[in-house]
C-alpha cells in the first residue's frame, strides 16, 4: 500500500513560517523514493488545486510557482523518504489545503497529472 502523509500545517499570522512535511512509506516507495520526483500542490475553497513547486528525484533541481518563489522552498531526504515545504513571509493569499504528490517521471513535474499519488493534504491558514 502506498501513503503519503502531510503534517505541519496550522494557523500561523502573516508574515510568520511554517514547516510542512511529507511522509512516504508503502511497498512502492519502500526502495524507490528516491526514483520519484515529487511535488506539492494546493487548493483554496472555490479554487482549483494548483501548482506550488516540484522537486526532482536527486533534489538537485526545483521550480515554483511565481506566486511563492523567493518564499518557499522545497527539500528533500531521500533516507527518510520525505519531502518538507518550508514557507516563509505567509500570506493570507497562501491559506489552502496543501498536498503532497510523487511522480514516477524523475525530472521535474509542474502538471497535476504527471503525479500518480497523493496524500489527504494539511490545512494551512494565514491571519491577516
Known amino acids: 500500500q502506498v501513503q503519503l502523509v502531510e503534517s505541519g500545517g496550522g494557523l500561523v499570522q502573516a508574515g510568520g513560517s511554517l514547516r510542512l512535511s511529507c511522509a512516504a512509506s508503502?511497498?512502492?516507495?519502500?526502495?524507490?523514493?528516491?526514483?520519484?520526483?515529487m511535488g506539492w500542490f494546493r487548493q483554496a475553497p472555490g479554487k482549483e488545486r494548483e501548482f506550488v513547486t516540484t522537486?526532482?528525484?536527486?533534489?538537485?533541481?526545483?521550480e515554483y510557482a511565481d506566486s511563492v518563489k523567493g518564499r518557499f522552498t522545497i527539500s528533500r531526504d531521500n533516507a527518510k523518504n520525505t519531502v518538507y515545504l518550508q514557507m516563509n513571509s505567509l500570506k493570507p493569499e497562501d491559506t489552502a489545503l496543501y498536498y503532497c504528490?510523487?511522480?514516477?517521471?524523475?525530472?521535474?513535474?509542474?502538471?497535476?497529472?504527471?503525479?500518480?499519488?497523493w496524500g489527504q493534504g494539511t490545512q494551512v491558514t494565514v491571519s491577516s
Open positions: 504528490a510523487a511522480s514516477p517521471r524523475a525530472g521535474l513535474q509542474v502538471g497535476p497529472r504527471e503525479y500518480d499519488y
Open positions: 522537486i526532482n528525484w536527486s533534489g538537485t533541481s526545483t
Open positions: 508503502g511497498r512502492t516507495f519502500s526502495s524507490t523514493f528516491s526514483s520519484y520526483a
